[in-house]
């Protein structure tokens, strides 16, 4: 179960047994126009026969845990508006891009934890079944055959979460340093959100901005305006406020600001939210026009700014 990538950009990190597939891709930041870069940190599809050989059904725990096909969503948007993009193609079965190294169920690793992680307040996301390495899945449960040998997440954490993250991180220092300010869009997808009472309409969208932390109200606000303006029930931090990766990257008064988008599966997969619909064109417009308009946005923010920028 792999995707071929023919992308161009900067490879980075490696997937263990995949025959040396990296673990994510970076478009070319110097063809970059805008202060905006796109990270889809749970679309990877690249499952060495290793990984799936000690997973338990298979054909039902890459579809659930995925955010399926969002990537092809970025790449679309990042075409259409020349934002820079970040996608990692190692599976979130694999490692967790959007949890820290120590959000973790050690009672799943061979050999346990350090004894001051075994401790920390730091896993409890893990406790439900869904930390750095994902443990259950509702209605699945037990997803692994057997624990993980420390050794193997060692190696999962130095060759895909740490690149991973010090080329977000370097990136966005990048594009601060050059506009004054940087924006984050960590783009994912979520299963139907339930409704609350019969005849309900839920969201299709849900920003998240870590409730305020990460990210200038104004420009929030204009994410949430627009989709309501074109016709799309969004949220805004519930169910979904952000993670890891806004918790670690978001820095406002530094002038890098982050979002988390959560778009509705049936909004552009097919009926069983397997496979692409007609409708994942349109998702892309739409997603590439607020692109634009926060591009706008977080260039003034940029301007306004007192750090001095790159060319200066």
Same mark, same amino acid.
């Given at each position: 179960?792999?995707?071929?990538?023919?992308?161009?950009?900067?490879?980075?990190?490696?997937?263990?047994?995949?025959? *040396?597939?990296?673990?994510? #891709?970076? %478009?070319?930041?110097?063809? %970059?126009?805008?202060?905006?870069?796109? /990270?889809?940190?749970? =679309? +990877?599809?690249?499952?060495?026969?290793?990984?799936? &050989?000690k997973m338990r059904h298979r054909d039902q725990v890459p579809l659930r845990l995925e955010d399926r096909y969002v990537d092809l969503i970025g790449r679309t948007v990042a075409q259409q508006t020349g934002a820079a993009l970040l996608v990692a193609h190692a599976p979130r079965a694999m490692i967790d891009l959007n949890r820290a190294t120590d959000d973790m169920d050690w009672s799943m690793v061979s050999g346990g934890a350090r004894e001051e992680a075994r401790h920390s307040l730091a896993n409890r996301r893990s406790r439900s079944g869904l930390g750095l390495v994902p443990r259950r899945l509702a209605?699945?449960?037990?997803?692994?055959?057997?624990?993980?040998?420390?050794?193997?997440?060692?190696?999962?954490i130095a060759d895909i979460h740490q690149p991973y993250h010090a080329t977000l991180g370097r990136s966005l220092d990048l594009i601060r340093d050059r506009w004054g300010a940087a924006l984050l869009i960590d783009l994912h997808s979520m299963p139907p959100l339930r409704p609350?009472?019969? +005849?309900?309409?839920? &969201?299709?969208?849900? #920003? *998240?901005?870590?409730?305020? &932390?990460?990210?200038?109200?104004?420009? #929030?606000? %204009?994410?949430?305006?627009?989709? *309501?303006?074109?016709g799309r029930l969004v949220a805004h931090n519930r169910p979904y406020a952000g993670g890891y990766v806004l918790d670690r990257h978001a820095l406002p008064a530094r002038g890098i600001h982050a979002i988390q988008i959560e778009i509705c599966?049936?909004?552009?997969?097919?009926?069983?939210?397997?496979?692409?619909? @007609?409708?994942?064109?349109? @998702?892309?417009?739409? #997603?590439a026009g607020l692109v634009?308009?926060? /591009? +706008?946005?977080?260039?003034? @923010?940029?301007? *306004?700014?007192?750090?001095?920028?790159? =060319?200066?």
């Open positions: 179960m792999s995707d071929k990538h023919d992308h161009p950009g900067e490879s980075g990190g490696n997937i263990s047994g995949s025959d *040396g597939q990296s673990a994510f #891709v970076l %478009t070319d930041m110097a063809q %970059t126009p805008l202060p905006v870069l796109i /990270a889809v940190p749970h =679309a +990877g599809r690249d499952y060495p026969e290793q990984l799936l &050989a209605g699945i449960g037990e997803i692994w055959s057997g624990p993980i040998e420390r050794a193997e997440l060692d190696s999962r609350r009472h019969p +005849g309900e309409r839920t &969201a299709e969208f849900v #920003v *998240g901005d870590r409730f305020g &932390a990460s990210c200038d109200p104004e420009i #929030v606000a %204009t994410a949430l305006d627009y989709f *309501g303006q074109h599966r049936s909004s552009y997969l097919d009926s069983h939210l397997n496979e692409p619909s @007609v409708r994942m064109n349109g @998702v892309a417009r739409l #997603v634009s308009q926060l /591009a +706008g946005q977080i260039a003034e @923010v940029g301007r *306004g700014s007192a750090i001095p920028l790159a =060319a200066e």
